[in-house]
C-alpha cells in the first residue's frame, strides 16, 4: 500500500509505505532566515511571532537592551544593519519614520551596504510613499527585491498577531513574503511599490478624525452633564459606532492614556499625509485640522501618550475633563 500526501511546501508527491515511515517524519522544510531591525513597542512582538513559528532570526536595534527579550527565545543580535543584512535571506524594518528608513537602509552601515543579492527587504515602518519608492529603487540596484508594508492595529494587534498589512510591491515578492506576514496578521497587496505607504495614509487620516470625532462627543456630553460612560454605550449601539471608540473610548472615561500608538507619531503620521496630499493637489481640510490638533498634544507634552489624548487639548478648550462621572 502506497499513500500520496499533498501539502504546501512540501514535494508535490511523497510515496511511502507508511504514514510513520521514517521518510516522512524526516522531511522538513527550512525556513528562510529572517533579520528584524527595530524592536520597540511594535518590533519587539512582531520579531517574537516569528521567532515562536520557526523562522531562525538575526535582530538589530540601535538601544542593544532591547534585543535581550529576543535573545532569550533564539533569536542571534547582531552589531549593525549591514550585519544583520549579511546574514539574512529576509530582511525586515520597523522603526520610527522616513530618515530613520533612509538611514537604517541607505546609511553608510545600512542595509544595502552588506545585503546579499537576491535578498527580500520588507519596510513595515510608516513612511512617506516616495521615501519608500526611493528605497525601493536603491534596493533593486543591489539587486534585491523590497516591498513596503506598513500596518494598522496598534500594540494590541502587534502582540495578538492580528495586524492589517497594506503592501505595496511585485506579486512575486508578496507571495514569497506572504507566508510569514501571515504570521502577523492580514497582508492585502495593494498595488506597486508605494501603494502600501499610501492606504497607510489613508488609514491614518480615518483614524485620526475618529477619535477627534469622539473626543468631541465626549467632551459635549461630559459639559452638558452626561456620563460619558452611558454616551459610549448609546453611540456604539448604533451608526455613529466604530472600532476606534469601542477599543479606545473606556480607555479614556478611565483616564488610561499608556502608549499603544504615540500621539508624537500620529502627529508625524498626518504631516506625511498632508505632504503627499500637497504633491498631488489634493486638498484635506478636515486632515488639516486634526494636523493642528496633533501639533498641540505634541506642544502641550502629551507625545508620548497614546493618540487618543488628543482628547485633552479640547477638554482644555472647553474647561472639562472627561472621567466617566458627569455631574447630574
Known amino acids: ?76 543580535p547582531s552589531g549593525s544593519c549591514r550585519e544583520l543584512a549579511s546574514r539574512s535571506d529576509i530582511v525586515i524594518s520597523m522603526v520610527s519614520d522616513s530618515p530613520d528608513v533612509e538611514e537604517v537602509y541607505l546609511g553608510p552601515d545600512g542595509v544595502l551596504a552588506g545585503v546579499r543579492k537576491g535578498s ?19 534596493a533593486e540596484e543591489a539587486g534585491c527585491t523590497m516591498m513596503d508594508a506598513p500596518v494598522s492595529g496598534g500594540d494590541v494587534g502587534a502582540r495578538n498577531a492580528t495586524l492589517s498589512i497594506m503592501v505595496g510591491g511585485e506579486t512575486q515578492a508578496f507571495d514569497r513574503a506572504l507566508p510569514l506576514l501571515q504570521v502577523l496578521g492580514k497582508p492585502i497587496l495593494c498595488g506597486p511599490s508605494g501603494a502600501g505607504q499610501t492606504v497607510k495614509a489613508c488609514n491614518q487620516i480615518a483614524t485620526a478624525l475618529h477619535l477627534v470625532a469622539m473626543s468631541e ?29 469601542d477599543v479606545r473610548g473606556p480607555r479614556v472615561v478611565r483616564r488610561d492614556f499608556a502608549p499603544g500608538f504615540r500621539g508624537r507619531l500620529h502627529h508625524k503620521d498626518l504631516h506625511i499625509v ?35 489624548a488628543v482628547i485633552r487639548v479640547l477638554e482644555t478648550l472647553a474647561g472639562v475633563e472627561v472621567t466617566g462621572s458627569a455631574p447630574r
Open 120 to 138: 527580500l527587504l520588507i519596510d513595515m515602518s510608516t513612511i512617506s510613499p516616495g521615501m519608500a519608492i526611493r528605497v525601493t529603487r536603491c
Open 274 to 308: 498632508l505632504e503627499t496630499a500637497r504633491e498631488l493637489g489634493c486638498p484635506l481640510p478636515a486632515s488639516a485640522l486634526a494636523h493642528e490638533l496633533f501639533s498641540s498634544v505634541v506642544a502641550n507634552g502629551w507625545g508620548d501618550l497614546d493618540h487618543s
Open 217 to 245: 462627543a465626549l467632551v459635549l456630553g461630559q459639559k452638558a452633564g452626561v456620563d460619558p460612560t452611558v454616551i459610549l454605550q448609546v453611540l456604539g449601539a448604533g451608526y455613529a459606532e466604530s472600532r476606534v471608540m
Open 1 to 76: 500500500t502506497f499513500y500520496v500526501i499533498e501539502c504546501e511546501g512540501l514535494p508535490s508527491t511523497l510515496k511511502c509505505d507508511s504514514l510513520y515511515a521514517p521518510e516522512w517524519k524526516e522531511l522538513a522544510v527550512e525556513k528562510e532566515h529572517v533579520g528584524f531591525i527595530g524592536l520597540g513597542v511594535m518590533g519587539s512582538p512582531m520579531a517574537a511571532h516569528l521567532v515562536r513559528a520557526g523562522y531562525p532570526m538575526t535582530v538589530f536595534n540601535r538601544t542593544s537592551v532591547k534585543m535581550e527579550p529576543l535573545m532569550a527565545i533564539g533569536a542571534a
